[in-house]
């Protein structure tokens, strides 16, 4: 599979990251089967959160990868921790004591990038930067980054935190581009001017941040998949279009729409199904068109100014 650096680092990682929210809904047999497919397609980089299913998804992935140290030196981890019940919580104590579980779960002694997973509004980044060094120097993580997280509270991290911020992961897909929107938007009186998250794309792009979409078939917040639902005809009417000329399915021209843009984004697959995760791996092999990413983006309702 066609790879990117990841931010400023080193690290080659493929250019579609595999989801692991949903792999409770699997049995052992089926999740071991999905996850040596994802191994075949040279898909072995692996997003988790501590939250996903309380923790029993990092189990369950680390049982059907059946992890050992050779098995560790073939994939990328990524966990994200900070999201409690009833609140959100970037102290040092809860930070130190997430990737803790997170590597027993994983069975591993170190994660490849750390996200913290939603803004603290009482995060104090002094306790932040003290989390980052104890796990860097501990070797329990070797990079780190954030998840919906604007400009200013990405600059408000840097000021303590010494590692680099190398992803953001951010909710982005064909039905959710205001991203993308109000960027050619500016300075207008419509609603698509309304820049409701401080340029992140551009600040991602100056600062060498992978931006990591999640729910890439998604309209609204998890409403439902835009891919064949009525809701978007004329959406569906020009995906299948382009699909049939590049002979692939909808669902990997939705993808390559993603990784058409040039700031170089990594989508975050969460498809369980194996032949959907074969398509969406697919797209790293299409470049649409320029006229190909506008026809779609207005299929969508988007309107030029």
Known sequence: MRTIKLGTTSLDVPVIAVG?????????TQAERFVQTAMDEEANFFD?????????CESIFADAIHM?????????????????????????EHILESVDGILKRLRTDYLDILL??????????EEVAEAFDILESSGKVRHFGVSNQNPMQIQLLKKFVKQPIVANQLQLSITNATMVTNGFNVNME????????????????????????????????FEGVFLGSDKYPALNKTIDQVA?????????????????????????????????????IKAGDIQLT???????????????P
Request: charged share 25%; net charge negative.
């Open 190 to 221: 419509n609603e698509s001017a309304v820049n409701r998250d401080g340029s992140i794309l551009d600040f991602c792009r100056l600062n060498d941040i992978t931006i990591q979409p999640w729910s890439p078939f998604q309209y609204g917040f």
């Open 116 to 125: 913290l997973h939603r803004p603290d509004a009482l995060v104090e980044p």
């Open 20 to 28: 692991c929210m949903r792999i409770n809904s699997l049995s052992s």
């Open 290 to 304: 320029r006229e190909e990413y506008y026809a779609i983006l207005l299929a969508a309702g988007n309107v030029l």
């Open 48 to 56: 988790h959160a501590d939250i996903y299913g309380a923790g029993e």
């Open 244 to 280: 049939e000329k590049y002979g692939v399915s909808n669902t990997t021209i939705a993808t390559a729409w993603l990784l058409r843009h040039p700031a170089g984004m990594q989508p975050v697959i969460g498809t369980m199904n194996i032949e959907r995760l074969k398509d969406c």
């Open 68 to 92: 050992n140290d050779d098995v560790r030196e073939k994939i990328i981890l990524q966990s994200k921790c900070g999201i409690r019940k009833g609140m959100f919580d970037f102290s040092k």
